[in-house]
């Protein structure tokens, strides 16, 4: 129900969009986040925005390179990456919150509906 993309390779310093397309319901009054998963290492939150897109939350490694934005209209949420660094580098998740007009959260368990991942290799 879910659907990333946009991943690929760029050069430190480069700039990639993803993308996440949603399929079969609607995700407009749920919030979203876009999660990371480097090889070997856990999980982690990397961006979250409410249902209306007027709040976000960003971790501290991505944050003022970052940007997740949603058109509820499409379906559709976006995470622009700019920037890039070689710790970037990660297969990439954008996930939805079950419950409606929930919060944002930074906890990947309280996540139902996940995308396929998207890998974005970034090199030095």
């Known amino acids: 129900q879910l659907q990333a993309s946009g991943g690929g390779l760029v050069q430190a310093g480069g700039s990639l969009r993803l993308s996440c397309a949603a399929s079969g319901r609607t995700f407009s009054n749920c919030a979203m986040g876009w999660f990371r998963q480097a090889p070997g290492g856990e999980r982690e939150f990397v961006a979250g925005?409410?249902?209306?897109?007027?709040?976000?939350y960003y971790a501290d490694s991505v944050k003022g390179r970052f940007t997740i934005s949603r058109d509820n209209a499409k379906n559709t949420l976006y995470l622009q990456m700019n920037s890039l660094k070689p710790e970037d580098t990660a297969v990439y998740y954008c996930a939805a919150d079950q419950a409606p007009y929930g919060s944002i959260s930074t906890t990947w368990r309280l996540y139902e509906y996940w995308g396929q991942g998207t890998l974005v290799t970034v090199s030095s």
């Open positions: 925005i409410s249902w209306s897109g007027g709040s976000s």
